[in-house]
């Protein structure tokens, strides 16, 4: 089992930063693909970024690409994003999410177990 409770959103002007974090309870946490998604109204939840147990491997959405910075602390228990450059498409509400079993297919959320309550990032124009 993990327990994921994410942190760090709000509003902000188009062109700013926000760091969203992501608080992990559990034993399969450093073993597990972590990753972000987001969900606009109305839309369906979509991938924005992963991370491989490791640290090393990182993989991001096209339309976040160069903008956002996914991070993990395995010693802490936590992951994290830095978004940069802020557009109002980014507005969402972003979840954190964790993949025990390593799937392979890190863009999907239909891989993921456990899912954090989800953090509202808006971002004015």
């Known amino acids: 089992q993990v327990q994921l409770v994410e942190s760090g959103g709000g509003l902000v002007q188009a062109g700013g930063s926000l760091r969203l974090s992501c608080a992990a309870s559990?034993?399969?946490?450093?073993?597990?693909?972590m990753g972000w998604f987001r969900q606009a109204p109305g839309k369906e939840r979509e991938f924005v970024a992963a991370?491989?147990?490791?640290?090393?491997?990182?993989y991001y959405a096209d339309s976040v690409k160069g903008r956002f910075t996914i991070s993990r602390e395995n010693a802490e228990n936590a992951i994290s994003l830095q978004m940069n450059n802020l557009k109002p498409e980014d507005t969402a509400v972003y979840y954190c999410?964790?993949?025990?079993?390593?799937?392979?297919?890190?863009?999907?959320?239909?891989?993921?177990?456990?899912w954090g309550q989800g953090t509202q990032v808006t971002v004015s124009s």
């Open positions: 559990g034993r399969t946490f450093s073993s597990s693909v």
């Open positions: 999410a964790a993949d025990p079993r390593n799937s392979g297919r890190y863009y999907s959320p239909t891989e993921y177990n456990y």
């Open positions: 991370i491989r147990a490791a640290g090393v491997f990182r």
